[in-house]
Every structure is written in structure tokens, then in C-alpha cells.
């Protein structure tokens, strides 16, 4: 059974996710902030330790090996950064008040995150495509977001008569992302030999970190009641929303790829990076910039469900791409 789920997407690690959410349903108390674990305090420590580890990982020797494709390169920052917020801006402004402003928030956050690395690699591995420039690209994603993600929140919110507190927001990515990162970059070499030992350790260790901030914000939305307001509607919004904008997302780019003229390698890149949404760096950066908010579990829903999603439909691209060459 577990090898049929691993087959199509289904790792242990969704499974924990679906877990941390249910857990969250019936024990908020002890998930909630100052509840009793704890569980803010050490979700802030857990931010720095997910970019501390990522920073560690990140191999700046593969990031040359794909440096000079730049119409590969274009594509895919363009659908990240560009692509995706226009169609979340745009479904905002269509359905107006019939979608919950939360619901709608949580999609434009979506939206404006960065691509994932892990699985935009592995997928475009299993489909036998360009794996250096899926490593650049994801790569670069994510360092990009690291400031275009907030500053993209903040316009959406500030279009909507709210906004952050840029200035406290940006502090926090400094002291929680981009210290501990480029920290992590400074011990890589004295570490490597380390990294490689322990790397299915580490792994798990950030997995850990993203399942606890997600047991508390949930936690948080659960104790401050947010969720008794939101009927089936809610759910199949969110679910149908962020299947949506994948499949439209990926249908968009595969013809774009085409009509570009990408090689087989190149287009399967551009279509895997182009539509992945990182989970790993959304939940954190979503902790940094909305706190202890009680609507923080309805930010993130969108995000954890399209996680979800385009993992089972990669997966199953990914692997039928692979049995046609």
C-alpha cells in the first residue's frame, strides 16, 4: 500500500501534514501560541533552523552548471513571480466579495511564493529532463522570493485598505532567513563531508520544523474558533481553486514551451519548475509575516492543498514522461 501512495505522490510527509491539521482539530490547547507546548517560541526557532539547514544544502557549484540558459531561466521566473500573482489578482478582482477575503489572501500567498527545489528537481529527473537548469532555476526561485514574496503580500493587502508592517516584516527575514542562509553558505565547506553523512537526517529535521508550524497555526485558527464560520464551501474553494491554477498553469507553459521551441530536456524543466509552489519556504515565511494570527490557518490552506496536488499530478506526469523516451 505504501509503495502504491509513494507511487503517486503520497510520502510520509503529506501523511504528517493531514496528521498535524486533524491533530490540531482536536487538541488546540496544546498547539496553540502560549498554549501547552509552547509552540510560537519554538516555531520561531524553527523558521531560522529550516533556512540555517537550507543554506547548508544549497550547492553554489550546481548553480553554475546551469547559469546560461536564460530563455529557460526567463520562463520559469516569469511564471513564479509574474504569472501566478496576475492570476491570483485577477480571480480576486472577478469573484469580488463571494470568496472569503481570507480564502483570497491565502491564494495571492500562494501565488507570489517561490518554486519548490527538492521535487522540481526529482520530477524533472524522473521525466529525463534538464536537471542542472531545474536546479538553477529553483534554486534562484528561492532566493527571490525570499524578498519578492513579502513585498508581493504587501501590495495585494495594501490594494485592500490593510497592509503589513513592511519594515518589522523585512527585519525578520533578515534576522530568521537571510542571516541564518548565508551563515549556513559559510560552514558548507567545512561541513560537507557532515552534510552528506546526515542529509536523510537533516531532511527530516526540516520536515519536522514545517509539521510543527503547521500544527500551530492551525492550532491557533482552531482555538480562536476562525473555523467555525467556514462551512464545506470554504474546502471546496480551496480545493478547486488551487487544482485549477495548477492545471491551467501547467497547460500555459507547456505551449509556451513549444511555441519557444524548447528541446524535449528544457521544456520538461520549464513546466516542472514553472509550476511548483514551495511549501518549505511558504509556511515559514508565512509564520514571519502574519505571527500568531488566528486567520494564519486560513492563509496557508490554499498553499498546503496545492502541495498536495502537485506532487500527486507531477508524480504521475513525471513518471508517464518517463516511460515515453
Same mark, same amino acid.
Given at each position: 500500500?505504501?509503495? /502504491?501512495?509513494?507511487?503517486?505522490?503520497?510520502?510520509?510527509?503529506?501523511?504528517?501534514? $493531514?496528521?498535524?491539521? %486533524?491533530?490540531?482539530?482536536?487538541?488546540?490547547?496544546? =498547539?496553540?501560541? *502560549? #498554549?501547552?507546548?509552547?509552540?510560537?517560541?519554538?516555531?520561531?526557532?524553527?523558521?531560522?533552523?529550516?533556512?540555517?539547514?537550507?543554506?547548508?544544502?544549497?550547492?553554489?557549484?550546481?548553480?553554475?552548471? *546551469?547559469?546560461?540558459?536564460?530563455?529557460?531561466?526567463? $520562463?520559469?521566473?516569469?511564471?513564479?513571480?509574474?504569472?501566478?500573482?496576475?492570476?491570483?489578482?485577477? %480571480?480576486?478582482?472577478?469573484?469580488?466579495g463571494r470568496v472569503s477575503p481570507d480564502l483570497m489572501l491565502g491564494f495571492f500567498f500562494l501565488a507570489a511564493l517561490p518554486s519548490t527545489?527538492?521535487?522540481?528537481?526529482?520530477?524533472?529527473? +524522473?521525466?529525463?529532463?534538464?536537471?542542472? &537548469?531545474?536546479?538553477?532555476?529553483?534554486?534562484?526561485?528561492?532566493? @527571490? #522570493?525570499?524578498?519578492?514574496?513579502?513585498?508581493?503580500?504587501?501590495?495585494?493587502?495594501?490594494?485592500?485598505?490593510?497592509?503589513?508592517?513592511?519594515?518589522? $516584516?523585512?527585519? !525578520?527575514?533578515?534576522?530568521?532567513?537571510? /542571516?541564518?542562509?548565508? /551563515?549556513?553558505?559559510?560552514?558548507?565547506?567545512?561541513?560537507?563531508?557532515?552534510?552528506?553523512?546526515?542529509? !536523510?537526517?537533516?531532511?527530516? @529535521?526540516?520536515?519536522?520544523?514545517?509539521?510543527?508550524?503547521?500544527?500551530?497555526?492551525?492550532?491557533?485558527?482552531?482555538?480562536? &474558533?476562525?473555523?467555525? &464560520?467556514? =462551512?464545506?464551501?470554504?474546502?471546496?474553494?480551496?480545493? #478547486?481553486?488551487?487544482?485549477?491554477?495548477?492545471?491551467?498553469v501547467f497547460l500555459l507553459l507547456r505551449l509556451v514551451c513549444r511555441g519557444l521551441g524548447f528541446n524535449r530536456e528544457d521544456a520538461i524543466a520549464g513546466v516542472f519548475c514553472g509550476t511548483k509552489k514551495s511549501l518549505a519556504t511558504g509556511v515559514?515565511?508565512?509564520? +514571519?509575516?502574519? *505571527?500568531?494570527?488566528? $486567520? /494564519? *490557518?486560513?492563509?496557508?490552506?490554499?498553499?498546503?492543498?496545492?502541495?498536495?496536488?502537485?506532487?500527486?499530478? %507531477?508524480?504521475?506526469?513525471?513518471?508517464?514522461?518517463?516511460?515515453?523516451?
Amino acid at each position: 500500500m505504501f509503495k /502504491l501512495l509513494a507511487r503517486i505522490g503520497i510520502d510520509g510527509f503529506l501523511l504528517g501534514l $493531514v496528521s498535524m491539521v %486533524a491533530l490540531a482539530w482536536v487538541l488546540p490547547d496544546f =498547539g496553540k501560541s *502560549g #498554549g501547552h507546548l509552547h509552540m510560537d517560541a519554538i516555531t520561531v526557532y524553527g523558521v531560522a533552523l529550516v533556512f540555517l539547514l537550507y543554506g547548508l544544502t544549497l550547492p553554489p557549484e550546481r548553480m553554475k552548471a *546551469g547559469l546560461v540558459n536564460w530563455r529557460l531561466h526567463l $520562463v520559469v521566473q516569469t511564471s513564479t513571480f509574474l504569472l501566478f500573482p496576475a492570476l491570483a489578482w485577477g %480571480a480576486a478582482l472577478a469573484l469580488g466579495g463571494r470568496v472569503s477575503p481570507d480564502l483570497m489572501l491565502g491564494f495571492f500567498f500562494l501565488a507570489a511564493l517561490p518554486s519548490t527545489i527538492s521535487s522540481s528537481v526529482a520530477m524533472t529527473s +524522473i521525466a529525463r529532463g534538464n536537471v542542472a &537548469g531545474a536546479i538553477f532555476n529553483a534554486t534562484l526561485s528561492s532566493l @527571490l #522570493g525570499v524578498v519578492l514574496t513579502p513585498l508581493w503580500v504587501n501590495w495585494y493587502l495594501s490594494s485592500s485598505g490593510a497592509s503589513l508592517d513592511l519594515g518589522k $516584516v523585512l527585519l !525578520k527575514i533578515v534576522l530568521l532567513v537571510l /542571516l541564518p542562509i548565508v /551563515l549556513g553558505q559559510v560552514l558548507r565547506p567545512w561541513l560537507r563531508g557532515w552534510l552528506e553523512r546526515n542529509m !536523510k537526517w537533516l531532511k527530516s @529535521l526540516d520536515r519536522l520544523t514545517i509539521l510543527l508550524i503547521v500544527f500551530n497555526s492551525f492550532s491557533d485558527s482552531v482555538a480562536e &474558533g476562525v473555523w467555525e &464560520g467556514q =462551512g464545506s464551501g470554504f474546502v471546496l474553494q480551496a480545493v #478547486g481553486g488551487a487544482a485549477l491554477l495548477f492545471a491551467f498553469v501547467f497547460l500555459l507553459l507547456r505551449l509556451v514551451c513549444r511555441g519557444l521551441g524548447f528541446n524535449r530536456e528544457d521544456a520538461i524543466a520549464g513546466v516542472f519548475c514553472g509550476t511548483k509552489k514551495s511549501l518549505a519556504t511558504g509556511v515559514p515565511m508565512a509564520k +514571519i509575516m502574519f *505571527g500568531a494570527s488566528p $486567520v /494564519l *490557518g486560513l492563509i496557508i490552506a490554499p498553499t498546503i492543498l496545492y502541495h498536495l496536488i502537485q506532487l500527486i499530478a %507531477a508524480g504521475i506526469i513525471a513518471r508517464k514522461w518517463q516511460d515515453e523516451v
